[in-house]
């Protein structure tokens, strides 16, 4: 599975990004797909995620109320829509394709990042 993450870029305090990542396979309906942020300095975390069916989302608290992952397995598409961004949201976002968890060593597949700047 190959993942290209889109739509990352500068945005003030207050203002809403969507994030998407492609998959390049049909068998990413049968993954449990994540978001991850990475800021220098810092661990990777994990900011949400969703189950095959989509059944299942978790989030983060820092994101709760602000962040909607979502996931449309016929077009092999996951988004994170990003409302009320804050500074703190600076970082570089990866979606990644494996199993449910928080732990990043769960997730097999990874795409290349895109960077969200918040000012």
């Known amino acids: 599975v190959q993942l290209v993450e889109s739509g990352g870029g500068l945005v003030q305090a207050g203002g809403s990004l969507r994030l998407s990542c492609a998959a390049s396979?049909?068998?990413?309906?049968?993954?449990?797909m994540g978001w991850f942020r990475q800021v220098p300095g810092k661990e990777r975390e994990g900011v949400a995620y969703?189950?095959?069916?989509?059944?299942?989302?978790a989030y983060v608290d820092a994101v709760k109320g602000r962040f909607t992952i979502s996931r449309a397995n016929v077009k092999n598409t996951l988004f994170l829509q990003m409302n009320s961004l804050k500074t703190e949201d600076t970082g570089v976002y990866y979606c990644?394709?494996?199993?449910?968890?928080?732990?990043?060593?769960?997730?097999?597949?990874w795409g290349q990042g895109t960077q969200v700047t918040v000012s």
């Open positions: 990644a394709a494996g199993s449910m968890s928080w732990a990043d060593t769960a997730y097999q597949y």
């Open positions: 969703i189950s095959p069916g989509a059944a299942t989302t």
């Open positions: 396979e049909y068998t990413y309906s049968q993954h449990c």
